[in-house]
Structure formats: structure tokens, C-alpha cells
T-cell receptor, first 113, second 114 residues
Framework: KQEVTQIPAALSVPEGENLVLNCSFT??????LQWFRQDPGKGLTSLLL?????REQTSGRLNASLDKSSGRSTLYIAASQPGDSATYLC????????????FGGGTRLMVKP | NAGVTQTPKFQVLKTGQSMTLQCAQD?????MYWYRQDPGMGLRLIYY?????TTDKGEVPNGYNVSRLNKREFSLRLESAAPSQTSVYFC???WGPGQNTEAFFGQGTRLTVV
């Protein structure tokens, strides 16, 4: 059974810092890995989808990397802003017809002005 | 673009009452999912529908039923609500297996069972 872990569970940084969120998974046979953002009381917003054949994917100040062999992904946020404060979740699909996602526990990020 | 739409957004039920959570997607996705999110437990899959006409149990299906009404709509029914079903429920959809299949989520239904 796929297990997904995110470290750290919570992170507080001053505005302007570059930061890295970590995601690890136990089964490397994945189609892709997806990073989401969740604001308090809101739904999940897709940030980046990184395909199994890719090593990196970028969107604005966000960069996600994927190392399937080691079962790891990182989300790099450049020049963090208070508006980046949210919970960040990574998820991988199960390799079957259902393709349902298995989620990590999330990293709760606070960027202080 | 509407994406994935869930109704209602909030609901309070008494123990034993029934209700149906509605979900619709306008992206022509094949697969649809229902998750619940609880503090300390993360997101857990309740039921899914890999394609129109099929449904399967996920990790926590007890106390729930689902209907894939058509390709767009996937409903979740609580037949006799229990306090343990107090949670935030999310519907999601994607194309199905494949590298490019990005999942999209609705805004959630916050359910309280008293």
C-alpha cells in the first residue's frame, strides 16, 4: 500500500525566504505526483502536476522536483510572501484503474510579514 | 470555468437523518471521487467511480452509498447519519490513469451531525 509522508508538518518563516517542502512516497511505480494548496476552510487547489517522466515542473515562484528512484519530491517556493500561507499537500495516484490519490498529511506554512 | 461543483456547502444533520451530497464536473472527466477530510487523519477516499456506470469502495466506505448518475454527476448518500460522519467532504475528478491526469477538487461540504 502506498504511503505518503510530508515533512515538516508545520513551518513558519519570515517573508522573503526561499523554502523547501518535502514529500516522500513508498511505492515508486507512480504515474505522476501532484502538489495542492489548501487555504483554511477552502478546497484543494492544484499547483503543479509533475509526470513520472519529468524531473521538474515550474509555475511562477514554485518549482517541484521528482526523484522516483528515491521516492521523493520537493516543492520549492522562492521569495515567500504572506499570501503563500496555507497548507500544502502532495498526492500520488494508485497505479490501478481507479487512479485514486493517496495524500500526505500536509505541511502548514506560515509566512510572517 | 466551473470545474467541480459541490452542493450544499454546509449542512447540519441530526443523528439518524439522511442526506445526499451532490457533485458535478464540467471537464468531461471519466473518473470521480469522494474524500473526507478530518483533523489528524488527512484526506481519505470513501468511494470512487473509475468510469460512468462503475463505482467502487475506497478506504472508508461504511455508512455511505454513491451513485454515478451520468458522466458529469456523482452523488454521495448518508442513509442514517452518525456523529462520526461529521467531516468535510470533497468531490474530485480526473481523466483516469495516465501521466497527464491532473485531479481537480470541489470546494467541499462541511457536514456536522449532532
Amino acid at each position: 500500500k502506498q504511503e505518503v509522508t510530508q515533512i515538516p508538518a508545520a513551518l513558519s518563516v519570515p517573508e522573503g525566504e526561499n523554502l523547501v517542502l518535502n514529500c516522500s512516497f513508498t511505492d515508486s511505480a507512480i504515474y505522476n505526483l501532484q502538489w495542492f494548496r489548501q487555504d483554511p476552510g477552502k478546497g484543494l487547489t492544484s499547483l503543479l502536476l509533475i509526470q513520472s517522466s519529468q524531473r521538474e515542473q515550474t509555475s511562477g515562484r514554485l518549482n517541484a522536483s521528482l526523484d522516483k528512484s528515491s521516492g521523493r519530491s520537493t516543492l520549492y517556493i522562492a521569495a515567500s510572501q504572506p499570501g503563500d500561507s496555507a497548507t500544502y499537500l502532495c498526492a500520488v495516484p494508485q497505479n490501478n484503474a481507479g487512479n485514486m490519490l493517496t495524500f500526505g498529511g500536509g505541511t502548514r506554512l506560515m509566512v510572517k510579514p | 470555468n466551473a470545474g467541480v461543483t459541490q452542493t450544499p456547502k454546509f449542512q447540519v444533520l441530526k443523528t439518524g437523518q439522511s442526506m445526499t451530497l451532490q457533485c458535478a464536473q464540467d471537464m468531461n472527466h471519466n473518473s470521480m471521487y469522494w474524500y473526507r477530510q478530518d483533523p489528524g487523519m488527512g484526506l481519505r477516499l470513501i468511494y470512487y467511480s473509475a468510469s460512468e456506470g462503475t463505482t467502487d469502495k475506497g478506504e472508508v466506505p461504511n455508512g455511505y452509498n454513491v451513485s454515478r448518475l451520468n458522466k458529469r454527476e456523482f452523488s454521495l448518500r448518508l442513509e442514517s447519519a452518525a456523529p462520526s460522519q461529521t467531516s468535510v467532504y470533497f468531490c474530485a475528478s480526473n481523466w483516469g490513469p495516465g501521466q497527464n491526469t491532473e485531479a481537480f477538487f470541489g470546494q467541499g461540504t462541511r457536514l456536522t451531525v449532532v
